[in-house]
């Protein structure tokens, strides 16, 4: 009998807990944040480094602490497909804040919320973000005559040239300049090509990540004094995609990929490229992963960092590049939505992210620069501080098909020998049709 009313207690109890749980849980406001890439929910261990990268319930937690009266959800997505499925989800309502690097398509379709209303009512500052990072993610919607902020800067990317001090010091060439000229790189590699003076091993001067390609020919486009076109929205863009500065970026590639390896238009011989028996001199165009994998592994010291080909005189080249945070239009709860972007531009969020997520991007904001490792390591530092050199134009073409198309041009100029005159000539005509049905 007295186990029986035991037991009974026990019950009434558990429910009451429960209950009152349940009660909690109602009272929450729930905020649903989608992202895209590698995101663990919970604590995973980091295959190269062996260190444990906290999940992003830590930010849920802190997010909480700060605002009791919400309930941050994440939803996390690959980056497959992912503009439809992110275009879905705004249509459904499945979440309220997105990640959303194709930010000029979605805003475009009018499924954003304007923020700037937002910034004002709050007097949030917008000088807590590394310069560029605002003026590049701002779009227009159905109704705007101007660009405007739909979205805060998320995370951070950018592209620059990883060079092999070893390799260098081995066949006895200077090491690139912080800017180096196409010259500059060419002359390098041709002399980094050949069989090792010191290991016997077969050397390669360049390599890049083939399936790239259409945008280092896009740099190297700007390099020349090219523009890749104008315009905000895709049914008012134009294209610059046969000119003869593209034509000559296309040449460049070609002599560049005369000291690569036979695979590079395949992602192909590259494959040491970072580690101890690494055999490629010069990574024309590599992302803040590499780096970090180069870390990871003790090798930072052999490895230098060198800017993106850059028109001094106009003003371009580098890479604008990474996503913004934004608020679906169709969210039902804005405010709190409104309360989340506030809270990745804290140093809380940004120190979480630097020790825990850096394989997904860079900080977006000022004081990360100040960060211990980042600031006494002169790669580390060198990558995140190119962040405030966006000399490159917004590639509204790469969020549709145009970026597309160009990348079929360049590929088929160098991996099947077409004309680059004939393949540039096809890109545009493409481009122009797409653009006309928009």
């Not at 558990?14 to 749980?21: E, K, L, M, P, R």
């Not at 992202?35 to 919970?42: A, H, T, V």
């Not at 260190?51 to 602490?65: D, P, R, S, W, Y």
């Not at 506030?342 to 630097?354: G, I, L, Q």
């Amino acid at each position: 009998m007295k186990k029986s009313l035991y037991f009974i207690v026990l019950v009434i109890a558990f429910f009451a807990v429960a209950g009152f749980s349940a009660e909690q849980a109602a009272d929450k406001t729930v905020v649903k944040v989608q992202l895209i890439g590698d995101f663990q929910q919970e604590d995973a261990t980091d295959p190269v480094s062996g260190k444990t990268k906290q999940g992003v319930h830590v930010l849920e937690e802190a997010f909480e602490q700060l605002h009791p009266e919400f309930d941050l959800q994440y939803i996390i997505m690959g980056w497959d497909d992912y503009q439809k499925k992110t275009q879905s989800m705004m249509l459904s309502g499945e979440a309220d804040v997105y990640q959303a690097p194709g930010i000029a398509s979605l805003a475009d379709q009018g499924l954003l919320e304007p923020l700037q209303p937002y910034i004002d009512a709050d007097n949030f500052n917008l000088d807590v973000y590394i310069k560029g990072q605002v003026d590049g993610w701002k779009a227009v919607a159905p109704e705007d005559t101007e660009l405007q902020i739909y979205g805060l800067p998320f995370i951070g990317d950018t592209r620059f040239i990883i060079f092999d001090k070893q390799l260098f010091d081995e066949w006895g060439v200077e090491y690139l300049s912080a800017t180096p000229t196409v010259e500059e790189i060419l002359e390098k590699a041709a002399k980094l090509t050949g069989t090792n003076p010191v290991s016997g091993v077969e050397n390669f001067g360049i390599f890049h990540k083939g399936t790239d390609a259409g945008d280092t020919v896009m740099n190297l486009n700007e390099y020349y004094g090219g523009i890749w076109g104008t315009g905000n929205r895709f049914s008012e863009l134009t294209v610059n995609f046969d000119t003869a500065e593209m034509a000559k970026a296309l040449e460049t590639l070609l002599a560049l990929n005369a000291f690569a390896p036979d695979g590079v238009m395949a992602n192909q011989g590259g494959e040491l490229f970072g580690t101890e028996e690494n055999n490629c001199a010069i990574n024309v165009r590599a992302n803040p992963a590499a780096l970090f994998r180069i870390q990871a592994l003790g090798l930072d010291e052999r490895y230098g960092i060198s800017r993106l080909f850059i028109n001094e005189e106009q003003g371009m080249g580098g890479m604008f590049a990474g996503s913004p945070n934004v608020i679906g239009a169709s969210s039902q709860v804005k405010d709190a939505a409104w309360e989340y972007l506030k809270f990745t531009a804290s140093d809380a969020f940004a120190e979480y992210w630097w020790a825990n997520q850096t394989n997904e991007g860079l900080p977006v904001i000022k004081a990360a620069l100040e960060f211990e490792t980042i600031k006494n390591n002169e790669n580390t530092s060198a990558i995140i501080k190119s962040m405030e050199y966006l000399w490159t134009p917004r590639y509204i073409y790469r969020s549709g098909q145009p970026r597309y198309i160009l990348t079929t041009a360049v590929e088929e100029v160098a991996l099947n020998g077409k004309p680059i005159a004939d393949a540039l000539s096809a890109a545009q005509k493409e481009a122009d049709e797409w653009i006309s049905i928009q």
